[in-house]
């Protein structure tokens, strides 16, 4: 991915601007002038992974979620005003990213345990996401009502996610046009994850869509 980001932009290059996202960005000043091919490949892999693969994530597993609790998409579909709140349970249910790891800048303790300058620490959100002192007995629950959900999937402090709005935003015009559009959502055979211990997606969902 990187490697073709390169070379697009190479390309891009020798052309004329267009109005588009990629002229913008080769043609921007980001504080020590513009980025060179190099960075904007690195840019382009940071934007396409991070701006999409996370949001078709939650989609999936938003909708599964939402089948395996009929009760609450009945609700949605009777009261489209619990979208948002249910985008953010989603998002706490089933985090898209399992962890994210950090490298400590100083020495510091966290819970009773010594972390020294430069080490290595992972952040599990989808445990975070679950615990019981912030979220109560009703953590590992399914909730589209849940008030308040401090979820930290999106990060936190200097590293919160800069797509944070767009993503709220896609996932709940999908979910509004997709249960407007369709009258019945039948999920018609089990559904397969995806091997790995960094994404919490989903790689198969077979559904069947009625209007």
Known sequence: MGIYAYQFAVRRRQEE??????????????????LDDIQFASFFVQLVTAGNDTT??????????LLAHPDQLRD??????LIPGAVEEI???????????????????????A?????????????ANRDEAVFGDSAQDFDI?????????FGYAQHFCLGVHLA??????FFEELLRTFSTIEQTGPSRRIRSNLNNGLKHLPVRLGR
């Not at 009502?145 to 999937?153: A, L, Q």
């Open 17 to 34: 601007p267009k109005e588009d996202l990629t002229s913008l960005i080769l043609a921007g000043n980001f504080g020590d002038g513009p």
């Open 91 to 113: 998002l706490r249910y089933a985090n898209p990213l399992h962890y994210f790891r950090r490298t400590a800048l100083q020495d510091t303790e966290l819970a009773g345990k």
């Open 76 to 81: 949605l579909r009777a009261d489209p005003s």
């Open 115 to 127: 972390i020294a300058a430069g080490d290595k620490v992972a952040m599990m959100y989808t445990s």
């Open 168 to 173: 709220r935003l896609e996932g709940r015009v």
């Open 145 to 153: 009502r849940r008030s308040p959900n401090h979820h930290v999937s």
């Open 56 to 65: 078709k994530t939650m989609l999936s597993s938003g909708l599964e979620a």
